[in-house]
């Protein structure tokens, strides 16, 4: 009875009334160090190890998955990826406090702020922990010692006021500005522009984590800029509620920080991309805030004030405040899996759910090599009737149905909602599935999928604690396209390795991770073994340049969801236009003429 009533007031949404008892989110620590690596992925303690028994572990009490030891992937590292586990590289230890010298305008900068904030620091460990995102040259160069420029002041706003404050006075002062949400970016946004010879203050926004009202009647909430997703949505869910924006980072990264990349999350089918979701943004600039004067729905008013921040990185303000569409938690989540006999026959029944616009919460489709990772990520079975039923999967998939595991592809199936209808959902989509070959894999494996969304990231820690460098990236294309992306973006990549001297073989894989009417959203994800190379990131760099013109030859974008930044500039005018970068660029100079906030990012 209880339970009963538990899932009733699950659903029950209570208003927050503005202005009268705003809810504070959790957040990290000020001095975020002291909770997450600074020089690599996530929480300090939590990633992939190799324990006294030689079996790698992976550790991590915020994750179910922690303390799980995975025997297969060890023997995958080494036999197919060549690395050797015996060689482990050192890291250069945490900076130590001195810090660099002060700039001269430092001092006029704090007068000018005075106490409109909720904490200033210029230690060392600071400034580096705001000095980077999390691009694979961004992290081999802290993890060698090379700290670049880093920001001269670390600064927290309490609330927009404060950054109204600390706008001004750096305007008045002529000190950079470079706003900095979760640290998640993978474009080298938050990295300080090496020739700027100005002060450069990292405007952090953590401090900025209020839910400042629900409405329940219009289904919209107002919310600070610096709190971030898990934590959010953990709140909401006090009131009934969810955004559903849930990107592979939200442990992490920050509704400003999403607004300000045009951010996409894994259940983005039924919620919506950002830009679906935000219906009000509230921007600082330097002359003055920007932000729409209603919160109607809709509006046609001249072009979006709301898409001209969208997609700014930090190039145009501060984003504080947002208004954005909230949903009732959903009534039932339904996972599954489906196996296909070859990656064609998945994209062909992916093209064939979008026509029929079926809208599962995420499907997500993994060429054969991943699939063939995913298996090495495979906890070890504890008892034996485990180990029987997993040879009898093995044999009815690969002997009864006749899959090659050297061809097949795997998707992974989420839906959420009325627990009747996305039944009835699954039936349809299974139903397509079967027409193309595919059999149903099982909840257990979809679930399974989803969990490793968020451990995957710490890969690349433990590749490069072992001479191997490892990158993700992500592009959008139209359904017709798929195939011969996937698989030309693949043969590139392996192709340069070749050309540079890599020695054992490169991993190339691919994933659609995104399903629309008109195509979907694939990501690449690479990696090899650097020993012996005589400059590894330089080698790093072409095989990622190569990757992404092959893309856009390709006829992907230039990004799907993680934006431009100072990575992917080169290709941004050529993919919006000259006169369309000229009307960026006017933008800018009539908001920021003195360019405060020159991140470098976009143009």
Known sequence: MASRLEAIQKHVIRDLKPGTNEVRVDSFPQNRQTALKWNGWGFKGAGFELNESGVITFQGEQYDFGGTELPALRQWMEEERG??????????????????????????????VGDDHGGISHAMDDRVFHSHGHTCQEIYALRNGDLGRVPD??????????????????????????????????TGAVQCPEKETRMIVSLDTSKMNRILWINSQNMTARIEAGVTGQALERKLAEFGVCTGHTPDSYEFSTLGGWIATR?????????????????????????????????????????????????????????????VKIAKLPEASLYNSIAFPTFKQGIDCMNEIALRR???????????????????????????????????????????????????????????????????????ILGIAYKYGGIAGGEENGRRGYLLTFVIAYLRDIAMDYQAVAESFETSIPHSCVENL?????????????????????????????????????????????????DPMATFHRVEVAAREEVLANGGSISH?????KVRKKWFEGTVSTPAVKAIQGVKSALDPNNIFASGNLT
């Open 83 to 112: 690395i050797d586990l015996s060689k482990m590289q050192g890291t250069v230890p945490f900076p130590s406090d001195a810090t660099r010298p002060i700039p001269d305008s430092q001092h006029a900068f704090l007068q000018a």
């Open 153 to 186: 002041l670390v600064i927290w706003p309490r609330h927009h006021d404060d950054v109204v404050k600390i706008v001004q006075a750096a305007n008045a002062c002529d000190v950079v500005i470079i706003p900095f949400g979760g640290g998640t970016s993978v």
């Open 263 to 323: 951010a996409s999350g894994m259940k983005k089918n039924i919620y919506g991309n950002i830009e679906d979701m935000v219906i009000q943004v509230r921007l600082v600039t330097t002359r003055g805030v920007m932000e729409m004067s209603q919160e109607a729905p809709r509006m046609s008013a001249g072009p979006s004030v709301n898409e001209m921040v969208m997609g700014s990185e930090g190039t145009l303000g501060v984003i504080t405040e947002a208004t």
């Open 358 to 428: 079926l809208r599962p919460a995420s499907i997500r489709l993994m060429d054969n090599e991943q699939f063939v990772f995913g298996r090495a990520l495979k906890p070890a079975e504890a008892s034996m009737f485990g180990r029987i039923m997993d040879s009898l999967k093995t044999f009815y998939v690969t002997k009864v149905k006749g899959f090659d595991p050297k061809n097949m592809a795997v998707a992974t199936l989420l839906l959420e909602g009325n627990a009747q209808a996305i039944k009835k959902e699954e039936a349809e």
């Open 486 to 534: 996937c698989r030309n973006v693949k043969d590139r990549i392996l192709d340069v390795c070749r050309e540079e001297g890599v020695k054992h073989e490169p991993y190339a894989s691919s994933r659609v991770t995104q399903l629309y009417d008109t195509g979907v959203c694939v990501y690449f994800y690479f990696g090899f073994v650097y020993e012996g190379l005589p």
């Open 561 to 565: 969801h993680h934006g431009v930044g």
